[in-house]
């Protein structure tokens, strides 16, 4: 094989990003050369580090965005800094193919000159961008357009482009006018081999016989402010008896922190911040039941969340609003909230399930199962393999017919 392939991921380093992880890892074992360039943070400062065979750069970054120039800055800086490693890197490694994972869609301007010496470009599309931008702001407008026209640029520059689900397929086609044969369909399921179950710890419900797990970014399309009104409703029925603990990081964490407190929930909801995988895989193995409160938009209904399958690789039942790709993904394992009555409805199907027991078994066996044999990252492997083979073959792949079929 010896093929060299460059990955950039703008929005978290690596191996957090565990997705990007998961792909320079199965590259990497299919004889690709792999170096990824990420941003760097407090958590991982390292310039470069070499792990698992895979050479990591990171490059400095700025403060996360939580605003419309916030979001440009941050944006702006990391291209910068792109541009500059990127050039480094092919004078240093060299490299034959460049996977640019999104958001933002404006990484396929670092690889347009390297597409004049023969380099191939992938766009690994994580995000619609253009719906996450409306899914934020609640508008449209000049930018929103302007978003549209960097994800048709960046479809027209792609030499393959692998999607995590269905729906990002049909826009790649539909939206991007792409041949259906350049799209790869790469699920981005859990890795069952590290991603498992461990022994709950009863100390993490805080006192409460019931605990509920979340995790995710902490943005505003997430859906976290309306998860303490449920919990706030919650408490206001009296049920003492259930604490809220969320998972994760992002620009909206510490507002939403201050809001636990001015709706007096410090005693029934914590949030800890980006933690270990161990402490992440410890609490929700803990979890009676997990969330997932994204806002119903087009942006969520349209995009499969991973830590729907990392809740179901745990082997646990899910709350979570009726959206497309969700119900897809889940199926059985999620009872789901009706969009009308945001708040109440998603207290109730909580407080259902706590209060069943063996319809919480039932589910979480389904959800392993679904996981086990259909969902896991191994399935996925396959089709990525496909999407590069691709690139120099000169014929044109149809994905593997199991994933093409929505399995």
């Not at 690596?14 to 199965?26: H, I, T």
């Not at 797990?213 to 009104?229: I, K, P, S």
């Not at 690789?313 to 959206?323: C, N, R, S």
Request: neutral net charge; glycine residues 6%.
């Amino acid at each position: 094989m010896n093929k060299r392939v460059l990955i950039i991921v703008e929005n978290l380093p690596v191996p957090f990003d565990r997705r990007v992880w998961k792909e320079a890892c199965a590259l990497n074992e299919h004889g690709y050369k792999v170096t990824v360039l990420c941003p760097r943070t407090e958590r991982y400062k390292e310039k470069h580090v070499l792990t698992n065979g895979i050479t990591i750069y990171r490059h400095p970054a700025t403060k996360e965005g939580n605003s419309l120039l916030g979001y440009m800055w941050e944006y702006g800086w990391a291209l910068f800094w792109e541009t500059i490693y990127t050039w480094w890197i092919y004078f240093k490694h060299g490299f034959d193919i460049i996977q640019g994972c999104n958001p933002p869609d404006n990484i396929f301007f670092v690889a347009l000159p390297f597409k004049l010496l023969g380099v191939k470009y992938v766009f690994d599309h994580h995000d619609a961008s253009p719906e996450l931008y409306s899914a934020k702001y609640e508008r449209r407008g000049l930018l929103y357009r302007c978003l549209l026209l960097l994800e048709r640029l960046t479809y027209y520059f792609s030499d393959a482009v692998i999607v995590t689900n269905e729906s990002y397929r049909d826009l790649a086609v539909k939206r991007g006018k792409l041949d259906a044969r350049k799209v790869f369909l790469v699920r981005n399921g859990p890795d069952t081999t590290c991603f498992k179950p461990v022994s709950p710890n009863p100390q993490l419900k805080h006192g409460k016989p019931y605990l509920v797990g979340y995790v995710g970014n902490m943005g505003h399309q997430e859906g976290l402010d309306t998860l303490l009104d449920v919990a706030l409703q919650i408490k206001n029925q009296k049920r003492e008896d259930v604490h809220f603990t969320c998972i994760g990081g992002g620009p909206a964490l510490a507002s939403l922190r201050q809001l636990v407190k001015d709706k007096h929930l410090e005693n029934m909801v914590n949030f800890t911040g980006r933690v270990p995988d161990e402490e992440l895989l410890q609490i929700l193995s803990t979890a009676d039941l997990c969330v997932n409160p994204d806002k119903p938009c087009k942006m969520n209904d349209m995009s499969t969340m991973i830590k729907i399958m990392e809740y179901m690789a745990l082997g646990k039942p899910i709350v979570q609003y009726d959206l497309k790709e969700g119900r897809f993904t889940a199926q059985e394992a999620s009872v789901y909230s009706s969009v009308d009555n945001p708040v109440s409805d998603f207290a109730s199907q909580i407080l259902w399930l706590l209060d069943h027991p063996e319809e919480r078994h039932k589910m979480g066996e389904y959800a392993y199962r679904r996981v086990e044999q259909e969902l896991a990252w191994k399935y996925s492997v396959a089709n990525l393999r496909l999407a590069y083979g691709h690139l120099f073959t000169h014929r044109e792949h149809s994905s593997d017919p199991q994933f093409a079929a929505g399995a």
